[in-house]
């Protein structure tokens, strides 16, 4: 394939990745990640096992770096600080692993991003060497900040986390999108499968998305139905939709060299 996302240096075909909390068991998550033919797979460090507890089931077990790009990811942090610490960590537990999700939030309630203290986070992590994808408000002023501190994505929420409402605001998506020229990719408030083809419909680079999929009455087929939206929505906005036309009708066949006329 031409057409592959590529973050920090590396390409993927699959434009949707996934997260690996909320499932039964590490055996729906296994089947519900290859259903949806995601590549990157994210993980709550401090929520999940790889190696915290050598006693308890690993993630690694289940999703095998060897066949998975890790994500690990800060959920749960709210302030600079313990994101940055959190990071580290993960760094420690995937053998010196750089490509993380940075996302430092506001209140238990929303899980809307702090900003300021997200920007304090990616300043640090970028000069650590972290290539950091940022969870953020769909503020293309703030995105291009992060971008210029270093960050090799943003990834603006669509709706707040795990609502599935869906994209709240296209408009303000679309600004994020061409604010920056790193990789955009929705995040956050992805409910079904037309939710994620109208995100590559406006032109982002991917979406990221966990509990749409693990809640559904059946995840499997859900992140099926999620990968089919992916790639349609992409191949939407690729081909370019016709101009809308308001007020003004336009016969699907031409009127000209009618038969008897």
Same mark, same amino acid.
């Given at each position: 394939?031409?057409? @592959?996302?590529?973050?920090?240096?590396? *390409?993927?075909?699959?434009?949707?990745?996934?997260?690996?909390?909320? +499932?039964?068991?590490?055996?729906?998550?296994?089947?519900?990640?290859?259903?949806?033919?995601?590549?990157?797979?994210?993980?709550?460090?401090?929520?999940?096992?790889?190696?915290?507890?050598?006693?308890?089931?690993?993630?690694?077990?289940?999703?095998?770096?060897?066949?998975?790009?890790?994500?690990?990811?800060?959920?749960?942090? +709210?302030?600079?600080?313990? $994101?940055? &610490?959190? @990071?580290?960590?993960?760094?420690?537990?995937?053998?010196?692993?750089? @490509?993380?999700?940075?996302?430092?939030?506001?209140?238990?309630?929303?899980?809307?991003?702090?900003?300021? !203290?997200?920007?304090?986070? %990616?300043?640090? @992590?970028?000069? !650590?060497?972290?290539?950091?994808?940022? +969870?953020?408000?769909?503020?293309?002023?703030? $995105?291009?900040?992060?971008?210029?501190?270093?960050?090799?994505?943003? #990834?603006?929420? $669509?709706?707040?986390?795990?609502?599935? /409402?869906?994209?709240?605001?296209?408009? =303000?998506?679309?600004?994020?999108?061409?604010?920056?020229?790193?990789?955009?990719?929705?995040?956050?408030?992805?409910?079904?499968?037309?939710?994620?083809?109208?995100? #590559?419909?406006?032109?982002?680079?991917?979406?990221? #998305? =966990?509990?749409?999929?693990?809640?559904? &009455?059946?995840?499997?087929?859900?992140?099926? $139905? /999620?990968?089919?939206?992916?790639?349609?929505?992409? !191949?939407?906005?690729?081909?370019?939709? #016709?101009?809308?036309?308001?007020?003004? %009708?336009?016969?699907? *066949?031409?009127?000209?060299?009618?038969?008897?006329?």
């Amino acid at each position: 394939m031409d057409d @592959l996302l590529t973050i920090a240096g590396k *390409s993927y075909s699959s434009r949707l990745l996934v997260g690996t909390g909320k +499932y039964k068991d590490f055996t729906e998550t296994r089947e519900a990640i290859v259903a949806s033919g995601a590549q990157i797979v994210t993980v709550a460090i401090r929520r999940t096992n790889i190696g915290q507890d050598p006693k308890a089931p690993s993630l690694l077990d289940a999703l095998p770096p060897s066949e998975f790009t890790y994500l690990p990811n800060t959920a749960g942090c +709210y302030t600079a600080e313990d $994101a940055v &610490r959190t @990071l580290r960590l993960a760094r420690e537990l995937l053998d010196d692993h750089k @490509l993380v999700k940075l996302e430092v939030l506001g209140d238990p309630h929303t899980l809307f991003p702090n900003m300021p !203290e997200t920007l304090k986070a %990616a300043q640090v @992590l970028v000069k !650590e060497g972290f290539e950091v994808m940022v +969870y953020c408000a769909d503020d293309p002023i703030q $995105a291009k900040m992060l971008e210029d501190i270093g960050c090799v994505a943003v #990834m603006p929420l $669509a709706s707040l986390i795990g609502s599935g /409402m869906g994209i709240l605001n296209p408009w =303000n998506v679309q600004l994020v999108r061409d604010a920056v020229k790193v990789p955009v990719l929705v995040d956050a408030g992805v409910g079904t499968a037309s939710d994620a083809a109208i995100a #590559m419909e406006l032109g982002c680079d991917g979406v990221l #998305m =966990n509990t749409a999929i693990a809640l559904a &009455r059946d995840p499997v087929k859900m992140a099926g $139905a /999620m990968k089919k939206g992916i790639e349609a929505g992409r !191949e939407a906005f690729l081909a370019g939709r #016709m101009p809308k036309k308001y007020y003004t %009708a336009s016969p699907s *066949s031409p009127t000209s060299g009618l038969i008897g006329s």
